[in-house]
């Protein structure tokens, strides 16, 4: 989840909630005034217009007029909302208060109160689920990140791997780029600059557990094999074509197996001790039994 989008769509709830307390400030947002008596929306900030707001459709006015924060009731009574307006001085603006003035005539205040309403739903009610999803419309992302969230493993693992495939755990790499002193060598073969790519996928001691993994799991688990593959793409790659039972299971392998390396990368680097790779497969096998005796899952193939 992306935390800044979801905090907006928590603090746009009491944005929600302010329509109906006039003390607090009211930003209009991804919303749609229905016009009632005008003495709720804005004239000139609210969607009150076939769902459009008059500085929208006449962003050359609103700079001109006075008094913006007015009603619609206010600015409509004696054709208030055109006053400043004299000031037009090109065809633009002129045709855009022909547009604006002929909007404006058409409309008929009742004797019920503003509603207002919200774009994102089907009721038209806020919802902090609706705004956050909003926020992500038009984007794009070729990852499939609930093979991470949905994996049989413990959330540490999920949080990891999460990391992990955005190539952002310290790896040497990372601690350099922000100016930290270290060994840029791999911790597991000291031969190549560490990455996470290289230390959790090429590097040859990271190959042998992974051999030993491919056997233990029948070949579910394959070998990291093309060299210079990013993590996003191998692990892509790697759960492809599963079925959803055996995809969460080999994910959760995937994991254990890289949150293991991690782990031994780590007692290298702080402990100055070290295993072989035989005694880390060893390790990520427990790990995975452990989880199977509490709660049935893994598969192991």
Request: proline fraction near 3%; include cysteine.
């Amino acid at each position: 989840m992306d935390l800044s989008c979801f905090g907006r769509a928590l603090r746009l709830r009491w944005l929600w909630y302010a329509w109906t307390e006039p003390d607090r400030p009211w930003v209009v947002t991804s919303t749609i005034v229905q016009l009632g008596d005008g003495n709720k929306a804005s004239f000139w900030k609210c969607s009150w217009l076939n769902g459009r707001a008059p500085r929208d459709i006449a962003p050359g006015l609103f700079k001109l007029a006075w008094r913006k924060n007015r009603t619609v009731r206010e600015d409509i009574i004696n054709q208030q909302w055109t006053r400043g307006l004299w000031r037009m001085d090109s065809v633009e603006l002129m045709s855009q208060f022909v547009v604006l003035w002929d909007a404006v005539q058409q409309v008929q205040l009742t004797d019920r109160p503003d509603e207002i309403v919200w774009r994102w739903t089907a009721n038209g009610a806020y919802t902090s689920k609706s705004a956050y999803l909003a926020q992500l419309k038009g984007t794009f992302c070729t990852f499939d990140a609930q093979s991470i969230w949905h994996a049989h493993v413990e959330g540490k693992h999920r949080f990891f791997a999460w990391l992990l495939v955005q190539s952002k755990i310290l790896t040497a790499d990372k601690l350099v780029a922000r100016n930290w002193l270290c060994d840029t060598n791999c911790a597991l073969c000291d031969q190549v600059h560490e990455t996470a790519a290289h230390l959790c996928l090429h590097c040859s001691y990271a190959k042998q557990v992974w051999l030993a993994m491919s056997n233990w799991t029948s070949g579910a688990i394959q070998i990291p094999a093309v060299q210079d593959e990013g993590v996003e793409d191998w692990w892509n790659r790697s759960l492809a074509l599963l079925p959803v039972a055996q995809k969460r299971s080999v994910a959760a392998i995937l994991m254990y197996t890289c949150w293991n390396l991690w782990k031994e990368r780590n007692r290298r680097v702080f402990d100055q001790k070290c295993l072989q790779p035989h005694e880390v497969v060893q390790l990520i096998k427990e790990e995975v039994n452990l989880r199977r005796v509490a709660c049935g899952t893994p598969m192991v193939f």
